[in-house]
C-alpha cells in the first residue's frame, strides 16, 4: 500500500517517549505510530459492538415480544 506523508508537532518528552517505547518493540517511530493509530481504530470499532450486543442482550425480552414470531401484526401508516 502507498505511504502519504503525516507530519505532526509533539512536545520533546512526548518525541522521547515515542522513541523510547518503539526501540524497546524493536521497530521505527513511525511503524509504532502506525500501530498505535491502527489499535485505536480498532478499540473504537469494537466497542461500538461490544455495547451493542449489551444492548442487544439488555433488552432482548423487549425486542422479541416487539419484533418475535408471536408479536402482533402492525399496520404501516
Request: proline letters at 5%; charged letters at 35%; zero cysteines.
Amino acid at each position: 500500500m502507498p505511504k502519504t506523508q503525516l507530519n505532526v508537532r509533539v512536545d520533546e518528552a512526548t518525541a522521547r517517549a515515542a522513541r523510547e517505547r518503539a526501540l524497546a518493540r524493536g521497530m521505527s517511530v513511525n511503524r509504532y505510530i502506525e500501530e498505535l493509530v491502527r489499535q485505536d481504530a480498532g478499540e473504537a470499532g469494537r466497542t461500538f459492538v461490544d455495547s451493542a450486543a449489551d444492548f442487544m442482550k439488555q433488552y432482548e425480552a423487549v425486542f422479541a415480544e416487539e419484533f418475535g414470531p408471536e408479536a402482533p401484526e402492525r399496520t404501516r401508516p
